[in-house]
């Protein structure tokens, strides 16, 4: 019995342009430690670093299409990596920057469009989302599940919970936005 090829970078690559989830997922799995140390020298802490590699492998994922293969690969998956962890540094300290305004008094603003929305209008939104983020923005913010409920139920990791929540309201502002334009 022969042990099975190993396949090449190359390959895997030019699988993953073609849109192949299991060349994805090995993509994922061989390059996973070399994220992870990385993300871990920018993250505040392991759960934080996990999430910035997820992050950067989505981002990774949506963007191979246009990976100049002369390239290493190495390399542009470090920038991605990189940029990521540092955009997450930014938004947790733009967070613990402003917890102190939440026992503010609450300013009431003109949302616009927004405002108009009712329970049919949020529904019709929530059809333009992928399912899985869908499914998960229902649990934890309709059915008030927590990220490790999500996770056991689904059974992803809680970072994946995290990450396809903010994927999904993300999805949602950028629909809204859109719709204000139209109507605006």
Known sequence: MHPPPRITEEEIVRQCKKGSLK???LLYKQFYGYAMG?????????DDALEA???????????????????PFK???RTILVNTA???RRKDLKFQLNVELENAAPIRSNMGPVDNLNAQDILKLMVELPAIQRTIFN???????????IATTLGIPVSSSRV??????ERLRNIL???????G
């Open 139 to 149: 649990m934890y913010e309709i059915d008030g599940y927590d990220h490790d409920e």
């Open 38 to 46: 990385i993300s871990l020298r920018y993250s505040l802490n392991r």
């Open 86 to 88: 540092i955009d997450r």
């Open 23 to 25: 060349h994805q997922e």
């Open 53 to 71: 590699v997820n992050d950067a492998f989505i981002k990774v994922f949506n963007a191979i299409g246009g990976y100049n293969t002369d390239k």
């Open 164 to 169: 396809y929540l903010s994927r999904a309201k």
């Open 177 to 183: 936005r859109k719709e204000a334009q139209n109507h």
């Open 75 to 77: 390399a542009w998956l």
